[in-house]
């Protein structure tokens, strides 16, 4: 099973909100998701992205892809030392 890390729309019409979700890359938009990593929220321009780091970080080392809008939001986020000590 191949995983991907991509967001999934939730909020009513018109006022969206995402959440960052590992998913088996076969699987719809709005599917069954394998696990829910953060959230994501485009009208709130100040704390819009909340991410579990060490829940991304588990899943990036066990082979996930982010899609392409994850891997923009990703470059956005401060740059945590934790992250950075356990990429090495």
Same mark, same amino acid.
């Given at each position: 099973? &191949?995983?991907?890390?991509?967001?999934?729309?939730? %909020?009513m019409?018109?006022?969206?909100?995402?959440?960052?979700? +590992?998913?088996?890359?076969?699987? +719809?938009?709005?599917? +069954?998701?394998?696990?829910?990593l953060?959230?994501?929220? /485009?009208?709130?321009?100040?704390?819009?992205?909340?991410?579990?780091p @060490?829940?991304?970080?588990?899943?990036? &080392?066990? %082979? +996930?892809? /982010? &899609?392409?809008?994850?891997?923009?939001?990703?470059a956005?986020?401060? /740059?945590? /030392?934790?992250? @950075?000590?356990?990429?090495?």
């Amino acid at each position: 099973m &191949s995983v991907r890390l991509r967001l999934k729309r939730v %909020g009513m019409t018109k006022q969206p909100a995402y959440r960052l979700v +590992a998913v088996d890359r076969r699987k +719809a938009r709005d599917g +069954a998701e394998l696990e829910v990593l953060g959230h994501y929220d /485009p009208r709130n321009k100040e704390n819009a992205i909340h991410i579990n780091p @060490e829940r991304l970080q588990y899943w990036l &080392s066990c %082979g +996930a892809q /982010p &899609s392409e809008t994850v891997k923009s939001l990703l470059a956005k986020i401060k /740059p945590n /030392p934790n992250l @950075e000590k356990k990429k090495n």
